[in-house]
């Protein structure tokens, strides 16, 4: 007798597409999850037949997933703290039919945990309107193309405007404050420490403290867009020092005041903790922001189209 197979598939309808994958992509345990369609009556519907709504095809996600590393229940958890679960007409600024919210069970005990969990959700009155997400029996997933597969790896930038913009980050953050502890198996201890413990590493001892190379510096964790390296600066503090960010709105510098004088900067988007500027509040130009590199990425001008950052390739002009 064989072994029972751990290989599970979870479908879940949540909006936009481009917004359901990183959620679940970044768990331990989740072997691949797939950008398509399904719910409808067409087949190999094309994004343009299904937007109108007349295909009654969802958009949608499948996850495949390993059931020792991470169970269905969990997958649940994370679905229902990605949607507004109370909205009939889609989602965000994203409306009709096709944004609408479902889970797709494939098998009876799919089902069974899908209507215990929605059922826990409606008893928490967290809502204080009916949870309308829909739980639908699983039926044929068509791929979606290509273009929309991993969007937010492809086109980190303008997924990262897309989540702002639509309005799903400001309801998530209002009622799903994020749980992190996940990230510990993400991250190295360090980078850890660092982004989500407000830690400091030592200086002179770090990855970009005399990094010289042409390219752009995002946050570790959120992969959002914060400096570049034609701004960096040699501050003589063993850290990497720049002499502003990217972007004006890329970081928030914070009222936390360290002991040196410094205030806190976070990442705009992802809200983790990347050091101290100082003389932020001096027209001069000695505004410096001293950033740990355990809180950095660092992108090479020659992969930004590669790794979806090409809206910063013309910073570098041959």
Known sequence: MGLKSTVEIATFAGGCFWCMVSPFDQRPGVIKVVSGYT????????YEQVITGKTGHYEAV????????????????????????????????????????????HNEQQRQKAEQSKQHLENSRKFMVPIVTKILQAGPFYVAEEEHQDFYKKSNFQYKLYVKGSGRERFLNEHWPKDRTYL???LTPIQYHVTQENGKEPPFENQ????????????????????????????????????KPVMSASVNVT??????????????????????????????????????????????????????????????PV
């Not at 719910?39 to 094309?46: A, F, V």
């Open 62 to 105: 499948q996850i495949t997933f390993d059931s020792t590393q991470l169970s269905y229940d969990e997958l649940l958890t994370i679905y229902w703290q990605q949607v507004d679960p109370t909205d009939e007409g889609g989602q965000f600024s994203d409306r009709g039919s096709s944004y609408q919210t479902a889970i797709f069970h």
């Open 255 to 316: 009222a936390v005041i360290n002991e040196e004088g410094g205030q806190e900067v976070r990442s705009r988007e992802g809200n983790n903790h990347l050091g101290y500027v100082y003389n932020a509040t001096s027209q001069s130009k000695d505004i410096q922001y001293h950033i740990y590199s355990a809180s950095l990425r660092f992108i090479h001008k020659s992969r930004l189209e590669e790794e979806g950052y090409g809206d910063f390739i013309l910073l570098f």
């Open 184 to 186: 510990k198996k993400l």
């Open 39 to 46: 719910g409808g009556t067409e087949e190999n519907p094309t």
């Open 208 to 243: 970009y403290w005399n990094h010289r190379e042409e390219g752009i510096y995002v946050d570790v964790v959120s992969g959002e867009p914060l400096f570049v390296s034609k701004d960096k600066c040699d501050s003589k503090t063993g850290w990497p020092t720049f002499r």
